[in-house]
């Protein structure tokens, strides 16, 4: 059976069915050109041999419509091809333009209907019906440039001449998914449906009625008088858009992001010229992303790795689905209110305890104060906040633990209070609880010992804030069961959180890559380096914030107080604790300068009412009297970034993290890597493994051993074995 | 290389480049066939044997369009063998169509040749012609900001403060107010209508009551350009740049004026055929690119050309002249060629009397000429920064 069949009914509407086989959705690949090109041509004979009252296209697939390009087809087409292959690439774009042109121009109605999400290529289809009704809830839009991607069959320029400019740059360089509803108050839907059945119908009348328009049914553009909604580029209402547009697209992505630039530009091209002449001009940008080496770091990462986590790639397959009903939070502080805040608001009931009752309410509170901001911006309803509060019991008290399936510890990170809390937590709980201890760098091999049930207990490092980080790092334990690991990953899901999956060592995964980029920025600091370049470096690696000002957030205070619980710990342990740039640093900046962060007023940088904030002068009195060194730019960058890249892999050489697509995600979203590198190991095949090797034996010689080359870096350069 | 000589450089006064300016009324042709008519008067000149007349401008549309040169040429009562053309180089144009027609004396192609420039920006503002760099994805490549917000680039980096540049701005009013008051600007002609009316007699943005105190209270005028985005993409290409100093108003940057200059080049053979004695000598010229975020730092670079073609050093130069487009580029000129206040726009500058775009090159030249004149001094160094990073220089020798 083909990918497309075309069925006539009784009043002469030719359905045309997307029905792709041997898969669960639709694609946009080499299949679907060939079956809608042949199935558009068989279209034309029959409308213009007579009889055909319109076309309807949906999908034959239960509640999906469309999903997009053909992801996979893309990641294997080369990225420099010769001269030829560029023509022949572009060709292609316009080959799978082209049946869509040819059906909106037939002159018969041409209705579409969406049974389920209309994404990417899937939407560019809709854009080019005549009339698109969306069963109610579904999501639709163009959401290629999440992935470095834009539209690239017809659906900028559609989208330009649907809505007009300044609608269309944000819809889609945002890559704005909708729901039906909205899309309708847009314009981008005709209508509503119910359910298919209706939706069939609603589509069905509509060709009815509009069959005999005389000349024949045209899209807006190909009407006369048409004019682009909001103007042109040359309109005196869009000179702000133009003069300032491309500054903010820059500034906002630090112009590390291809498909946004070439989105705004085409936006604004395609309004210049004609339909069909914006056709090319847009299959043109289209070319020079798929050429792009950012987009396909982005595909790789935020499709590819990203499904397969979603999937549950890292989750062990035996143990079924877990759904968590009563869940334990033991510590009432910022991270575990946070936490208890969107477990109560995903309908799970949740124990808020800590020492005193005074602290779980505050706790409660802090939750409070959430749902009321987003009642404040339309979000929330007051009937919905009292339906997650009522969710949330504040205790100061053991027992009320009972019956919970899952606690998380998120108390101060020192071992003997969690292991006191711990046992105290296990002998309120049932046997198949699990125990999840909140820890940023604690090994839980060890903290596990404090348990009575070493094979329920696991590691769920949440970032803060808890309500907006979208990263949980699951750590196992040497003794963790699969069906522990299981129930956090799915309790991760359940949060609307990202799980990754590492295995236990010293700061695990993520918390051990940032520490190098942050030693790196003090390092540098101590080294005499200009901290405004530290920073604009940082900046220009695409991170969303400097080594620097990461301290000032989280406060210098408690960034040292950390660090002395680290030394207080790890002599304990017995073992040696030595000093180093970003604890020498601190230490001067709260005991000698009382720099202690912004929240106490000040730290790396000053923060002036009023006025922006600029580095504090004291740091170059402190660090750079003599003036400042001189240090390559790119050097600064790259220590910054390669001193993650190869702590990543020596994670992986050492087994704490064995699915690169994990160490991917979790650097973008848990730690701030670089989104447009694809993730920490994704930027190393980015760079050329070869090329990465040479790099950082040349930042080895001038910064030090920390930028040595672990030994599975070297065997990967040598075989051309890339981190997928 | 044969010498080109001045023989002659009249200006237009400048009008405020606004409605309710004294030259708003008058159409852009009209300023320049005002000049036209007045130097074949008062030269006696036999315009058939003026080869090329070559004429700036900054916004050559509409009725500035085309080739406003030989427009003029034909709708004037120069001979119609006089060929034109227009020349756009942004705020270096006027100075550059002077080159260029020394070009073609020196070289011997031509034998005498007039250049200058026109702008009328009350009938014709900044970008009504459009422009390359304001397409998004041109400007997304190349860093585009605006020009202003250069400026302020240059008084961060180059820690001129806010005082410093006001006070510039002061000392320019009053230079230029006593330069016009004591008749210093020779070159000035007046501008007439039809019956032969005097419009415009005198530079009227000259403001000589002004004070550093005053400037002190005006807003920055590109601190919006700076918030909008500006701002970061100068970061984005200066990573130690933290923040932008936003000290430029519209009290120290150049005025929004109407005027033209016209100014005649020829060969010793042509000055004496038509008994005309030559005031000066061009000695060299000089273009540069500088880096385009900046966009104004060219003057450095194109007069360090302009004296090492020359054989000369900073202190051979009596008198220089550098377009006032921004307080901070002068600042930045001086402190880095060492040129003291005395020897620097003596009679003020393009803050005090405004900047016609296309005209201010050929308009300067002449000021620059007058008060050498004045001082009965030697050698001068015209020079200016332009769109896109251009600097241009010329040098000039009485003889």
């Known amino acids: 059976m083909g990918y497309i069949r075309l069925e006539k009914d009784a009043d002469g509407i030719v359905e045309l069915i997307f029905d792709q086989p041997g898969k669960t959705v639709n694609t946009m690949g080499l299949e679907y050109d060939e079956a809608m090109r042949a199935a558009v041509a068989e279209l034309q004979g029959m409308v213009e041999a007579g009889g055909v009252t319109g076309i309807y ?513 790890a002599e304990a342990q017995g073992k040696v604790w030595e000093d180093n740039a970003a604890s020498r640093i601190l230490d001067r900046m709260v005991n000698e300068f009382g720099r202690r962060g912004k929240v106490h007023g000040g730290g790396y940088y000053e923060y002036p009412e009023g006025g922006k904030k600029h580095m504090w002068p004291g740091l170059k009195e402190a660090y750079a009297p003599n003036g400042y060194t001189d240090m390559p730019y790119e050097d600064i960058k790259d220590r910054l970034v390669f001193s993650q890249c190869l702590e990543a892999v020596r994670a992986m050489e050492e087994g704490v993290v064995t699915n690169v697509g994990d160490g991917n995600i979790g650097s973008i979203m848990g730690i701030g890597f670089p989104a447009q590198t694809g993730g920490v190991f994704q930027a190393i095949n980015a760079y050329g493994l070869k090329a990465f090797v040479a790099r950082a034996k040349e930042l080895q010689a001038r910064y030090g051993d920390v930028f040595a080359v672990p030994a599975l870096l070297e065997q990967r350069a040598e075989s051309g074995e890339l981190f997928l | 290389m044969a010498d080109a000589f001045i023989y002659d450089a009249i200006r237009t006064p400048r009008g405020k480049g606004k409605q309710g300016g004294s030259l708003y009324e008058v159409k852009p042709i009209d300023l320049v066939t005002n000049l036209l008519e007045e130097m074949k008067e008062r030269l006696n000149l036999d315009t058939s044997k003026v080869e090329d007349l070559i004429l700036a401008c900054g916004e050559p549309v509409k009725e500035q369009g085309q080739n406003i040169a030989k427009a003029a040429l034909v709708y004037s009562s120069w001979d119609d063998i006089t060929t034109g053309a227009q020349l756009h180089r942004f705020c270096a144009g006027g100075l550059d169509a002077v080159n260029m027609a020394a070009a073609k004396v020196a070289s011997g192609f031509e034998e005498l040749v007039a250049a200058g420039g026109v702008e009328s920006m009350s009938r014709l503002g900044i970008g009504a012609s459009g422009g390359a760099t304001g397409d998004p994805w041109v400007a997304m490549k190349s860093y585009f900001i605006s020009q202003g917000l250069g400026a302020d680039m240059i008084a961060t980096m180059d820690g001129i403060s806010r005082e410093e540049v006001d006070a510039y701005a002061a000392r320019s009013q009053h230079r230029a107010a006593q330069a016009r008051d004591n008749g210093y600007f020779k070159s000035i002609v007046p501008v007439r209508d039809m019956n032969g009316v005097v419009v415009l007699e005198q530079d009227e943005l000259i403001r000589a009551e002004t004070t550093a105190e005053g400037l002190a209270k005006l807003k920055p005028a590109f601190q919006m350009f700076n918030d909008f985005g500006h701002g970061g993409v100068a970061k984005l290409k200066y990573p130690e740049l933290e923040n932008i100093e936003c000290v430029h108003t519209a009290g120290n940057s150049s005025g929004i004026v109407d005027g033209a200059g016209l100014v005649l080049i020829g060969s010793e053979a042509a000055g004496k055929e038509q008994g005309l004695t030559p005031r000066a000598r061009i000695v060299s010229c000089a273009l540069v690119g500088s880096e385009p975020t900046i966009m104004l730092d060219g003057p450095v670079p194109a007069t360090q050309k302009a004296l090492k073609k020359a054989g000369l050093s900073v202190d051979d130069i009596d008198l220089f002249e550098l377009n006032e487009a921004f307080a901070s580029v002068v600042l930045r000129y001086q402190n880095r060629l060492g040129i003291p206040d005395e020897k620097i726009n003596v009679n003020g500058g393009a803050i005090a009397m405004g900047h016609p775009i296309g005209a201010t090159g050929a308009m300067i030249l002449g000021t620059l000429l007058d008060e050498l004149e004045r001082r009965d001094l030697k050698r001068g160094l015209v020079t200016l920064c332009a769109g896109g990073g251009i600097g241009i220089a010329t040098i000039i020798e009485r003889v």
């Not at chain 1, 630039?261 to 309004?271: G, P, T």
């Not at chain 1, 208890?340 to 779980?360: F, R």
């Not at chain 1, 590492?502 to 080294?527: C, W, Y």
């Open chain 1, 57 to 569: 296209l949906r999908s034959g697939k239960p509640n999906q419509f469309f999903a997009g390009g053909d992801i996979k087809e893309m990641l294997e087409m080369d990225l420099n091809p010769p001269a030829d292959k560029k023509k022949e690439m572009y060709d292609g774009i316009m080959a799978t333009k082209a049946p869509l042109r040819i059906l909106e121009t037939l002159g018969v109605p041409v209705a579409v209907g969406m049974n389920g999400p209309a994404l990417g290529g899937g939407f560019e289809i809709a854009l080019a019906c005549h009339y698109r009704v969306a069963v109610k809830g579904i999501q639709m839009g163009l959401p290629e440039a999440m992935i470095g991607l834009m539209p690239g069959a017809g659906g900028v320029v559609r989208m330009t001449y649907l809505l007009g400019m300044q609608e269309a740059i944000g819809l889609i360089s945002q890559g704005r998914r909708l729901k039906a509803d909205k899309a309708l108050e847009k314009g981008l839907v005709n209508a509503l449906a119910d359910d298919e059945a209706d939706m069939h119908a609603q589509a069905k009348a509509w060709i009815k009625q509009n069959a005999n328009t005389e000349g024949g049914v045209k899209q807006p553009w190909d009407s006369e008088g048409y004019n682009m909604p909001g103007g042109g580029p040359e309109e005196e209402a869009n000179q702000g858009l133009t003069f300032f547009g491309p500054a903010n697209v820059m500034v906002q992505t630090k112009n590390l992001m291809p498909a946004q630039n070439a989105i705004f530009a085409c936006v604004v091209d395609s309004a210049r010229v004609d339909f069909d002449t914006a056709q090319k001009v847009e299959g043109r940008y289209f070319l020079s992303l798929l050429l792009d080496q950012t987009a396909r770091n982005m595909m790789t990462a935020f499709f590819v790795q990203m499904e397969a986590l979603n999937r549950g790639a890292s989750r062990p397959q035996g143990p079924e689905k877990f759904s968590c009903q009563k869940l334990g939070i033991i510590g009432a502080g910022q991270m575990g209110a946070g936490i208890a805040t969107m477990a109560a608001q995903k309908g799970i009931e949740v124990v808020l305890k800590d020492i005193s009752m005074e602290n779980a309410e505050r706790g409660k509170a802090y939750a409070e104060a959430y749902f009321d901001k987003g009642i404040s911006k339309g979000k929330v309803t007051e009937e919905k906040k009292a339906e997650y509060m009522a969710r949330i019991l504040p205790s100061a008290d053991y027992a009320d633990l009972k019956g919970c399936e899952l606690v998380i510890e998120a108390v101060f990170e020192d071992r003997k209070i969690k292991a006191a809390v711990t046992q105290e937590t296990e002998a309120a709980l049932d046997a198949s609880a699990v125990f999840a201890s909140n820890t940023s760098a604690l090994p839980i091999t060890e903290l596990a010992q404090a348990s009575s049930r070493a094979e329920n207990f696991i590691g769920m490092h949440f970032f803060s804030p808890a309500e907006k980080m979208p990263l949980v790092e699951i750590i196992r334990g040497e003794k963790t069961s699969d069906e522990t690991l299981a129930k956090a990953f799915d309790l991760a899901q359940q949060l609307g959180k990202t799980p990754i999956v590492v295995n236990d060592a010293p700061g695990f995964f993520t918390t051990r890559v940032i520490g190098k980029t942050v030693s790196q920025g003090a390092e540098m600091l101590e080294e005499g380096v200009n901290p405004v370049l530290i920073e604009s470096a940082a900046r220009d690696n695409g991170s969303p914030v400097g080594p620097l000002a990461a301290i000032d957030e989280i406060s210098q205070e408690t960034a040292y107080k950390n660090g002395q619980q680290a030394k207080a710990d």
